[in-house]
C-alpha cells in the first residue's frame, strides 16, 4: 500500500529534503506572513513566492555562496 504525503509529519518530509542534498534548516511557511498581515494562504503563499522568487536576493544569496567559498579556500 502506498503512504499517502499527509500522512508523513512534516520533519520526515525535511530529512528526505536533506538527504536528496537540500538545505533545510530555514524553511518559510505561509503562518510567517499571516502572522504579519491578514490575508488567506493563498495569498501568503503568493506573497512567499514573491519574496523568495526576488531577483536581488537570489542574487545575493548566490554572492555569499561564491563568497563563502572564497573564504574557506
Do not use: P
Request: proline share 0%.
Amino acid at each position: 500500500m502506498e503512504t499517502k504525503l499527509k500522512e508523513i509529519s512534516t520533519q520526515d518530509l525535511r530529512d528526505e529534503l536533506a538527504l536528496r542534498g537540500y538545505f533545510t534548516e530555514n524553511l518559510w511557511h505561509i503562518n510567517d506572513v499571516m502572522d504579519r498581515h491578514e490575508c488567506d494562504a493563498d495569498e501568503a503563499m503568493d506573497i512567499l513566492a514573491s519574496v523568495m522568487e526576488n531577483e536581488w536576493l537570489v542574487e545575493r544569496i548566490f554572492e555569499m555562496i561564491c563568497e563563502t567559498i572564497q573564504d574557506r579556500i
